[in-house]
T-cell receptor, first 112, second 116 residues
Framework: DAKTTQPTSMDCAEGRAANLPCNHS???????VYWYRQIHSQGPQYIIH???NNETNEMASLIITEDRKSSTLILPHATLRDTAVYYC?????????????FGTGTRLKVLA | GAGVSQSPSNKVTEKGKDVELRCDPI?????LYWYRQSLGQGLEFLIY????????KSGLPSDRFSAERTGGSVSTLTIQRTQQEDSAVYLC??????????????FGPGTRLLVL
């Protein structure tokens, strides 16, 4: 069972920041938050991950609340190529597998 | 290689036939995962390999599904006596070391399987 909840869909104007929220209220202390995106007909693409602190890389920023129960992925200047389904994943350590449990994600549409 | 590769990219088969799907992980990656994505759905975990052993097979939907990994590298997912409900995109991912909470998985492009 997915441990995250995300809005089903969002729109964002091209050039503006896209802020994608994720709730993970049952997250435990050693579980990381990962973000992936899936552009139509492609495999999921890694974006960013974090544990407690905010993270930034060349693709995005990840803001994690102090209680770690929610996070926001920020694409600072969205382009049309950022249109995709964005998955927020809390890595599940059952059986030491640390497999990803995917939810249904947020379908982001960047509008020209 | 530069990334995870999978073959074939597309496979159309008749109900009842067996199919084999191949995954070549990133060189040096010891952990390998198989997932399945049905049309319009999220990804569903199938099986995890650490080296050549599979400590977690909990996601395999039935005994028609099996997977192996040889030489700590290439993995093959086999579906016997395919059914129409097996139609999906089968995705493979690999990560550098044993499964750890901060380890990142890198996905291949997937194999699109259609069972007629």
């Amino acid at each position: 069972d997915a441990k995250t909840t995300q809005p089903t869909s969002m729109d964002c104007a091209e050039g503006r920041a896209a802020n994608l929220p994720c709730n993970h209220s049952t997250i435990s202390g050693n579980e990381y938050v990962y973000w992936y995106r899936q552009i139509h007909s492609q495999g999921p693409q890694y974006i960013i991950h974090g544990l407690k602190n905010n993270e930034t890389n060349e693709m995005a920023s990840l803001i994690i609340t102090e209680d770690r129960k929610s996070s926001t992925l920020i694409l600072p200047h969205a382009t049309l190529r950022d249109t995709a389904v964005y998955y927020c994943i809390v890595r599940n350590p059952i059986s030491g597998t640390y497999k990803y449990i995917f939810g249904t994600g947020t379908r982001l549409k960047v509008l020209a | 290689g530069a990334g995870v590769s999978q073959s074939p990219s597309n496979k159309v088969t008749e109900k009842g036939k067996d199919v084999e799907l191949r995954c070549d992980p990133i060189s040096g990656h010891t952990a390998l995962y198989w997932y399945r994505q049905s049309l319009g759905q999220g990804l569903e975990f199938l099986i995890y390999f650490q080296g050549n052993s599979a400590p977690d097979k909990s996601g395999l939907p039935s005994d028609r599904f099996s997977a192996e990994r040889t030489g700590g590298s290439v993995s093959t997912l086999t579906i016997q006596r395919t059914q129409q409900e097996d139609s999906a995109v089968y995705l493979c991912a690999s990560s550098l070391a044993e499964a750890l909470p901060g380890e990142t998985q890198y996905f291949g492009p997937g194999t699109r399987l259609l069972v007629l």
